[in-house]
């Protein structure tokens, strides 16, 4: 017999396809429906913005809000000190203090997007754990908190074990991270009445540790929730493109380019991602990607529309289709595609097409720029350019320049 939830948040997990684990659902899900339930995601600040790749659980903290639940955006003010080895090779750069609050606050414009801030009963609080870290004192941390923590169980993580499996140094202050992530739940806890974190799949083990150390200090039932990892359905890792990552700050990437990164969308993935990052209903969603041929072409446009609707706003989504409509379908140049503007200076007497194709974000390097030319992938202006060693000059700037990297990727270059 199939368990069905009757929370409408677990409901809502289940069926749109977010739900990859939970410590224990039936009691979370009788948590659900007896009243209010405030839930954390957790989010160091070791950018300036977010990415696509944080969405999908910004999204589940937007459902939980639409659904009765109270969202908490936890800002790694102190963790971020620390950094997270997750999985990582090697150890996160530090950052100052100053550049920590710096990206807390671009992140925050991002998030209110999503979420609806406030004071009411399922109002979203942002929260930053340098409240609670910031001042421990050491020994009594190492004394109260510390004890719970077996060394031994803490290397069967696989995010610790895959890195020691590989020789790769792993450092005394990162291996202090899952102690003080757990710590956070514990404090948000004890603190906001706070039951349940959710994360990516990866967070597994951080999750446990944090609701295992609140059961064994304070003696509360608290929950974990996570997220699948998400890769295309080629292979990729959700969030990451060509030119690198796609981040939900419009000054960091264009509403276009947002835009454009959805409609991109290979065929096998529309209907997931109709489920995950939009509120179309599910039946819809799941037509929408069972469209074949042509069809699946304007299930991607709607895709992207809803997208960049929810983030950007209905105005910025048109305008990004209005512009692509009038790239790929008239040969235009469109209002909104992203513009490298050159000075005088930069120009001088002439600058390489190649080094126009980086600076313009069509390839990362020199090298790539040089093997998209020579093998015929780059048009100027709607026509083939096909010599590596081609100057453009400033008179070839009296108008704008439109770069095109296959059928897909447009930039303008214009003289400022």
Not at 12 to 23: F, K, N, P, Q, V
Not at 265 to 278: E, H, N, W
Not at 281 to 292: D, I, K, S, Y
Request: aromatic share 8%.
């Amino acid at each position: 017999m199939t368990w069905h939830p009757k929370s409408d948040f677990l409901s809502i997990m289940i069926e749109r396809g977010y739900l990859a684990d939970c410590t224990d659902i039936q009691a979370l899900d009788g948590a659900l429906v007896a009243g209010v339930v405030p839930a954390y995601i957790g989010y160091d600040a070791t950018a300036a913005s977010l990415h696509v790749g944080h969405l999908l659980n910004i999204m589940m903290l937007r459902w939980l809000q639409k659904s009765g639940g109270k969202p908490i955006t936890l800002m790694g003010g102190g963790t971020t000190k620390v950094g997270d080895p997750s999985f990582r090779a090697e150890e996160r750069p530090l950052l100052t203090p100053e550049k920590i609050d710096e990206n807390i606050a671009g992140m925050g414009q991002v998030f209110a997007r999503y979420l609806d801030y406030g004071t009411g009963p399922t109002d979203a609080v942002m929260l930053n754990n340098a409240e609670w870290l910031d001042n421990l004192n050491y020994l009594d941390f190492l004394r109260d908190i510390g004890r719970h923590f077996s060394v031994n169980r803490m290397l069967s993580f696989e995010s610790v074990k895959s890195r020691l499996d590989r020789e790769q140094s792993l450092s005394f202050l990162e291996f202090n991270y899952m102690i003080l992530q757990a710590y956070d739940f514990l404090e948000l806890n004890r603190r906001h009445g706070c039951v349940l974190q959710m994360g990516g799949s990866d967070q597994w083990g951080n999750i446990i540790n944090g609701i295992d150390l609140t059961r064994r200090v304070l003696d509360h039932e608290i929950y974990g929730l996570t997220s699948p990892l998400l890769t295309t359905s080629d292979g990729r890792k959700m969030g990451k493109s060509a030119g690198g990552a796609v981040w939900l700050s419009s000054a960091m990437l264009s509403p276009y380019e947002f835009w454009q990164f959805w409609r991109n969308t290979t065929d096998a993935d529309v209907g997931r991602f109709l489920k995950l990052y939009t509120e179309l209903p599910v039946e819809e969603c799941e037509r929408l990607g069972a469209l074949q041929g042509s069809e699946i072409n304007a299930a991607k446009v709607i895709l992207a529309n809803e997208v960049t609707a929810l983030l950007h706003g209905a105005e910025a989504a048109a305008a990004a289709e209005a512009t692509a409509r009038e790239v790929f379908e008239h040969g235009g140049v469109g209002e909104e595609l992203p513009t490298l503007a050159l000075s005088a200076d930069e120009v001088g007497e002439g600058i390489s097409l190649a080094q126009l194709v980086v600076r313009s974000g069509l390839a990362k390097s020199g090298k790539d720029a040089k093997r998209l030319i020579a093998e015929g992938g780059l048009r100027l202006n709607d026509e083939a350019a096909t010599d590596t060693g081609q100057m453009i000059g400033a008179a070839d700037l009296a108008e704008p320049l439109k770069l095109s990297a296959g059928k897909k990727r447009h930039a303008l270059v214009t003289l400022g």
